[in-house]
C-alpha cells in the first residue's frame, strides 16, 4: 500500500501529519499526553530563538474538490477589502505576540516566513508588504530570510508587474519573496476540472514562464517550486509522464509530489472511496509514485522528504519545512495556523469571526501578562482560545520535566518526523532523548525491513536509519507503525 502523502499545499501542517493507521495505535495507548505537545524533547528550549514565521492567507476563488484546509471564498468585488480586514488582524495578533514575549526584537531573528492558505497569491501586494513589515518590527526579519508565497496560477500577483515587486527587498519597498511555490497540481484540462481547480493548463504555463523569466533576470537569486499531484480521478502514469515533462522544461529548483488524500470533509470525500474507481487502486497509486520519483532521480532531482524533491544541492531544499521536520519552534499567525513553541502545539480558530475574539482575548491577555494564571478564566468563554501556556516563561531540562505520557507521545512523533526525510533517524541521538530501551524497540522493530531492502542502517558516525527510495517510502506508513507497535509492546 502506497504512503498517505499530504495533500497539495500543505507545507504548513506536513509536520502534523499522522495517518489513520498511526492515529489509532496513538489513541490506543489511552495517554494523558497534552495534545499540543510535539516532537523531539531536545529540539526545543525557551532559550532557544524561534527563526521561522507561517502567515496563513485562507482566501480563495472557490474550494478545491479535495481541500479541508481553512479558507473563505471572497467574491472578486470584495475581496481586497476582506483581505485588508484580516491583514489587520494578523498584524494585531504579531504585536500582541510579541509584546507577550517580552516586547519587539532587536534582532533579526527570523530566517524564514511561508505565505501559505488558501490563496495567498490573491492578496494585494502592499497587503502582504504590511505583514512583513509588523513581522520585522516585531521579531526582526534577517536580510537573508528565505521568503515563500503559495502561488496559484491566473492569480493577480502571477504577472509580471506583481511579480517584480514581490521580489524587490523590503529595504527597497517590495515583499522581498525569494521563493515561490506555484499549485499546478496537473497540466491536463479535464483533470483540472475534476478537482474544481481555479485555473486551467494555460494559465499554469504562463505562471511558469514568467517565473523562470523573473529568476533568470535574477541571476538565479529566486527560487520556485512546483505541486504535482498523482492519484487523481481516472488518473494514469501517462498523465503524470505528461505534466513532469512539461514542468521539467521551466527547469524549477523544487518538485513537491503528493499523492491525493481523501478527506471525510471534501466534496472528494462524500464522491469516492480510496483505492475504488475513478480513483487508481493502490498498485496504480504505487506504481504513479514510483515512476514519478525515478523519472525526477533521472533529471537531477535529490528526494530529501517524503513529498520533497530538490535539484541544486541543499540551498534548493525549503528551509522553512525543514523547520518543521526537524522539531524547531516556529511562530504560527492567522485562520486555522498552528504554532509550535515550547514545545506546545498551538491551533488557531478556523473561522475568522472566532479568529477575530481570539486576537482580542490575546491582546487583552498580552497587556496583563501579570495578571492571573491558566485557571482564572471561565471555562465557557472564548478567551479559552488563547494560549494562555506561551505567554509564561516554560522550564525545559531535556525531558526530565515531562511526564512519562508525554515523553513516550514525544518518542512516536520524533520516529515520523524523522523518518518522512532522507536524513533519517539519528538513533544515538534518540537514545539519549528517550532512553536506550525505546531506541532498541526501534531497531528491533527495523531490522526486518532492513532485510527486505526497506530501511537503509548506516553509521555516519552515528547509526542513522532512513527509508530507501521509492520501495522504502512507499512502504512508511507500514513501517512506522510498525515502530509504533513495538514501542507500545514494549511499554516505551
Not at 498517505?4 to 489511552?30: E, G, Y
Not at 480586514?85 to 527570523?110: F, P
Not at 519597498?173 to 506555484?182: D, E, L, M, Q
Not at 505520557?405 to 512523533?413: K, R, S, W
Amino acid at each position: 500500500m502506497p504512503l498517505p502523502l499530504c495533500s497539495p499545499r500543505c507545507s504548513h501542517r506536513c509536520h502534523t501529519l499522522l495517518t489513520p493507521v498511526w492515529r489509532k495505535i496513538f489513541d490506543a495507548r489511552n495517554t494523558t499526553a497534552r495534545a499540543s505537545t510535539h516532537a523531539s524533547c531536545q529540539s526545543v528550549t525557551p532559550s532557544q530563538a524561534v527563526s521561522s514565521a507561517y502567515v496563513h492567507i485562507p482566501f480563495c476563488r472557490r474550494r478545491c474538490f479535495y481541500c479541508d484546509f481553512p479558507i473563505a471564498i471572497a467574491p472578486p468585488a470584495s475581496r481586497d477589502d476582506a483581505v485588508t480586514a484580516y491583514v489587520s488582524l494578523l498584524v494585531r495578533e504579531i504585536e500582541a505576540t510579541a509584546k507577550a514575549h517580552g516586547g519587539k526584537s532587536n534582532s533579526k531573528d527570523l530566517q524564514t516566513v511561508y505565505f501559505g492558505g488558501g490563496t495567498p497569491s490573491l492578496a494585494p501586494v502592499n497587503e502582504l508588504r504590511r505583514v512583513m513589515c509588523a513581522l520585522d518590527d516585531a521579531f526582526g526579519v534577517s536580510e537573508q530570510c528565505e521568503v515563500n508565497l503559495e502561488l496559484d496560477p491566473g492569480t493577480a500577483l502571477a504577472d509580471a508587474g506583481a511579480l517584480a515587486t514581490l521580489t524587490t527587498p523590503m529595504r527597497n519597498g517590495g515583499v522581498g519573496v525569494t521563493r515561490f511555490s506555484v499549485g499546478v497540481q496537473t497540466l491536463d484540462d479535464a483533470l483540472l476540472v475534476a478537482c474544481g481547480r481555479a485555473h486551467d493548463a494555460e494559465e499554469a504555463h504562463e505562471a511558469l514562464r514568467l517565473l523562470r523569466e523573473v529568476r533568470d533576470e535574477r541571476h538565479g537569486a529566486l527560487r520556485y517550486s512546483v505541486d504535482v499531484m498523482t492519484g487523481l480521478p481516472h488518473h494514469v502514469v501517462d498523465h503524470v509522464d505528461s505534466t513532469l515533462d512539461a514542468v521539467l522544461s521551466y527547469e524549477p529548483d523544487h518538485i513537491s509530489l503528493y499523492d491525493l488524500q481523501v478527506e471525510e470533509r471534501t466534496k472528494f470525500g462524500r464522491m469516492y472511496t480510496p483505492g475504488v474507481s475513478p480513483l487508481p487502486s493502490d498498485a496504480e497509486a504505487a506504481t504513479m509514485l514510483t515512476h514519478a520519483s525515478r523519472k525526477l532521480a533521472n533529471a537531477g532531482f535529490e528526494r530529501y522528504e517524503v513529498s520533497s524533491y530538490s535539484r541544486g544541492g541543499r540551498e534548493a531544499r525549503s528551509m522553512h519545512n525543514e523547520v518543521y521536520w526537524s522539531g524547531a519552534p516556529y511562530h504560527a499567525f492567522g485562520v486555522g495556523a498552528a504554532s509550535y513553541l515550547h514545545r506546545r502545539r498551538f491551533t488557531r480558530p478556523r473561522g475568522i469571526a472566532s479568529y477575530d475574539r481570539f486576537v482580542q482575548a490575546l491582546e487583552k491577555r498580552a497587556d496583563q501578562p501579570e495578571n492571573g494564571t491558566d485557571d482564572d478564566h471561565d471555562d465557557n468563554d472564548d478567551n479559552d482560545n488563547v494560549p494562555w501556556e506561551l505567554l509564561k516563561s516554560l522550564p525545559d531540562n531535556n525531558c526530565g520535566d515531562e511526564s512519562p505520557e508525554v515523553i513516550a507521545e514525544l518518542a512516536l512523533e520524533t520516529v515520523m518526523l524523522r523518518l518522512r526525510t532522507s536524513d533519517g533517524l539519528d538513533v544515538h541521538a534518540y537514545s539519549e532523548s528517550f532512553g536506550r530501551p525505546a531506541a532498541r524497540s526501534v531497531l528491533r522493530a527495523l531490522i526486518p525491513h532492513a532485510r527486505t531492502g526497506h530501511v537503509a542502517m548506516l553509521r555516519r558516525p552515528n547509526l542513522i536509519v532512513r527509508l530507501t527510495d521509492p520501495e522504502g517510502w512507499l512502504l512508511a506508513n507500514d513501517i512506522i507503525s510498525d515502530v509504533f507497535l513495538k514501542l507500545d509492546e514494549d511499554h516505551i
